[in-house]
């Protein structure tokens, strides 16, 4: 069903679902729900550590203790007693909420503290919060860019990236993932001394692939004299020295004019930051919408992602311990036969051709405690769904061990469930 409605893929499909193409969707998870009797995007946590929970279903009463792999939070900073404290002492100081925009009185002097602080970590001059790392993108590129410009995104970008570009009003681009050659010859076409070109990338996707070629294609952007915006989302905290993320590691934080990650990941709090020249930063502090006509990220939160930055920066053991649960664990996957893809990071997934079975095995993984999610088609291309299990630096050698079994056994299980349902229908 889901596979019917979209004749495109990729978050970054730019032509927007039209409201039958929603319509297909919705009903296409309400039959999956109603067939189950159990909602699989629908879990809600009830209580749990940095890496395991009492999940709940919303259609249902079941309950599952589990460990869970479908959050981004690295580095489990949401359950660090020093970030905790730090952001109840931010609760306590400044209470729930600042009630009015960053750009107005909405700051406190954490949220300019964590500007300051992100902005050298990453090598630029000053940075600018937004509530999430969703009206970050959002509200840089709606920002920077006008009607007459040109953003040039790459076909595998986030939906904040495509939903920003389409706020702009400027001529929306894609070029093929990862490809300097294609960048190159859609530059070539667009070039122009009158119009702002923005190119758009993320250094590592969020759909279990490996680092991008974040360095050539900014040196093909700029030999068009195009500004350029990385996302850091899926890189920030444990690529590169410190943490700052792929564009220092790849040497070219000078040259990418825009770097945006959000806080909701690394750092687990909730927030975006972009990081810029003070002129860049101005101009978004002053023109982005985003940034003017929203409230400002509440003191806890804030407090709690300065407390995790800080603890990023100087904590080498820590970022040690990811990439060894991470290694660890595509070598387990692998020594028991799945198929990775292309990745080397966090973001694990095993990949398998047929949705249908995707969807069991997701279910029958739940009900051997294991939490995770699938992603098919059209956010990943027609017969490459995956799960996706996204390790972080408090998850244990015995999770690790005791998911790789549990995926084995549902695997088995829900193919030997399909080869019965083929035989009782041919007859
Ligand atoms: N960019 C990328 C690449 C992302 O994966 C996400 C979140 N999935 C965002 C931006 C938005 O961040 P947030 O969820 O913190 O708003």
């Not at 820590?318 to 990071?345: E, I, P, S, V």
């Amino acid at each position: 069903l889901l596979q019917s409605s979209h004749p495109t893929f990729g978050c970054a499909s730019v032509q927007a679902w039209s409201i039958d193409d929603k319509s297909v969707l919705v009903e296409a998870i309400l039959s999956m729900v109603n067939q189950l009797r159990r909602n699989p995007y629908g879990k809600v946590l009830h209580t749990g550590s940095a890496s395991r929970g009492l999940i709940g279903d919303s259609y249902n009463d079941e309950q599952q203790e589990s460990i869970i792999w479908s959050t981004n939070l690295y580095f489990g900073f949401n359950r660090d007693p020093h970030v905790i404290a730090q952001a109840t002492d931010a609760l306590q100081t400044y209470g729930t909420g600042m009630g009015i925009s960053a750009a107005a009185t909405g700051m406190t002097g954490q949220h300019v503290e964590f500007e300051k602080e992100f902005a050298k970590l990453v090598g630029k001059d000053c940075a600018c919060l937004f509530p999430t790392g969703y009206t970050a993108n959002l509200g840089a590129i709606s920002g920077i860019l006008g009607p007459n410009d040109v953003v040039v995104i790459d076909q595998l970008c986030h939906a904040s990236i495509v939903d920003g570009a389409r706020l702009s009003g400027a001529t929306i681009r894609t070029f093929k993932h990862n490809d300097k050659a294609d960048l190159a010859s859609v530059l070539a076409q667009e070039q122009s001394p009158y119009r702002t070109t923005l190119v758009v990338l993320e250094s590592v996707y969020s759909m279990g692939e490996g680092i991008a070629p974040v360095a050539e294609i900014v040196t093909t952007a700029k030999q068009y004299g195009a500004l350029v915006l990385v996302d850091e989302a899926h890189s920030f905290g444990f690529y590169g020295e410190r943490g700052a993320g792929v564009c220092a590691q790849q040497g070219v934080s000078d040259q990418v004019d825009f770097i945006m990650t959000t806080l909701s990941k690394a750092m687990g709090s909730i927030g975006g930051v972009i990081a810029a020249s003070e002129k860049h930063v101005n101009l978004l502090k002053s023109a982005s919408r985003a940034y003017i006509f929203q409230a400002s990220i509440s003191p806890a939160d804030i407090a709690a992602a300065l407390a995790s930055l800080r603890i990023l920066q100087s904590d080498d053991a820590m970022r040690a311990q990811l990439w060894d649960r991470t290694r660890y664990m595509r070598n387990k996957f692998k020594q028991a036969g799945f198929d990775l893809g292309t990745g080397d990071g966090p973001i694990v997934t095993p990949h398998f051709g047929d949705k249908d079975k995707l969807y069991a095995i997701v279910q029958s993984l739940y009900q051997r405690g294991v939490q995770t999610l699938a992603v098919t088609y059209p956010i990943v291309e027609k017969g490459r769904g995956r799960l996706r299990f996204i390790c972080s630096a408090s998850h244990t050698y015995e999770d690790i061990d005791y998911t790789v079994n549990a995926l084995i056994e549902a695997e088995q299980e829900v193919n030997a469930y399909f080869a019965q349902l083929s035989q009782s229908s041919s007859y």
